[in-house]
């Protein structure tokens, strides 16, 4: 509908509906971003695990708290502005996506200062270096099979090179030696 039409209960029509697609919207993202803290939540708990001890797992929750606060102070601020908007105040889109944004930021912040997160973290560190040691194990063990050299071969090589250097420079110092022994 174009706004030219002064018509007034077509214009109250076009309100109505921008007001109803609006509030859809709005609460499809918080439908949306309760099913992802749902998700968080699990899988956070899931990788604390049953061995993680009481402190730790008391500290996750807490910054799990306070990166929901965070979320839920995102969502206020964000139907404070859309009621601004609806009564003629000035809100750009940005500044919405820049509420959430940072919230985000801010949340994630929490969660990542928690000793479990960090515990989390390092037990994954840990599992990705074990892994990736069994595959460069069995990488070498593969090139080995197949008659190519493997990165333990060359370094052997190198290090022998090196120890035949050394060997052949010590041999020439006692070789100048013996010419200059010689020449007396």
């Known amino acids: 509908m174009s706004m030219t039409n002064t018509d007034p209960e077509a214009v109250q029509r076009y309100w109505q509906e921008a007001i109803e697609g609006m509030n859809e919207q709005f609460s499809d993202a918080v439908r949306q971003n309760a099913d992802a803290q749902a998700e968080f939540v699990e899988a956070w708990l899931e990788a604390l695990g049953e061995g993680t001890d009481e402190e730790r797992v008391e500290g996750a929750i807490e910054g799990y708290k306070r ?28 500044e919405i996506r820049d509420t959430w944004l940072s919230a985000a930021n801010d949340s994630f912040k929490e969660i990542m200062g928690t ?46 090179l090196v120890e035949l250097e050394r060997r052949q420079h010590a041999v020439e110092e006692k070789l100048d030696r013996v010419i200059e022994h010689l020449e007396e």
């Open 67 to 94: 990166a929901y606060e965070t979320w839920m102070e995102a969502a206020q601020q964000t139907v404070e502005r859309t009621t601004d908007s609806f009564e003629g105040e000035d809100v750009s889109a940005e």
């Open 115 to 160: 000793a479990a997160f960090a515990n989390v973290t390092g037990q994954t560190v840990g599992d990705a270096l074990d892994m990736r040691g069994q595959f460069e194990e069995l990488s070498q063990e593969t090139l080995h099979d197949l008659g190519m050299a493997t990165k333990g071969d060359v370094q052997e090589v190198g290090e022998r």
